[in-house]
């Protein structure tokens, strides 16, 4: 008997993304099918190193913000 007799899927996986591989360096690769699709769609293999540069702008300006919020207000 296997395990997978009579076992259905309650939650449906989605298809993959199309993913694009590329020979290139990081920044050139991440620079190749724009900043935020590599970072926000995963489009090839840099999307977790574009993701932490995305969230280190994100929270530099966030931080920002925030410091001239409470020296001028």
């Known amino acids: 008997m296997s395990e997978d007799d009579g076992v ?4 449906k996986k989605r298809p993959l993304p199309e993913f694009n591989d590329t020979d290139s360096g990081i920044f ?9 699709n590599v970072a926000l769609n ?14 280190g702008v994100v929270a530099s300006v966030t931080g920002l913000i925030l410091l001239l919020g409470m020296k001028f207000i």
């Not at 050139?28 to 935020?36: H, N, R, T």
């Not at 999307?47 to 969230?55: E, R, S, T, V, W």
């Open 28 to 36: 050139e690769g991440i620079l190749e099918d724009g900043f935020l």
């Open 42 to 55: 995963d489009s090839n293999q840099f999307g977790p190193h574009a993701m932490i540069i995305l969230l």
């Open 8 to 11: 259905v899927e309650r939650i």
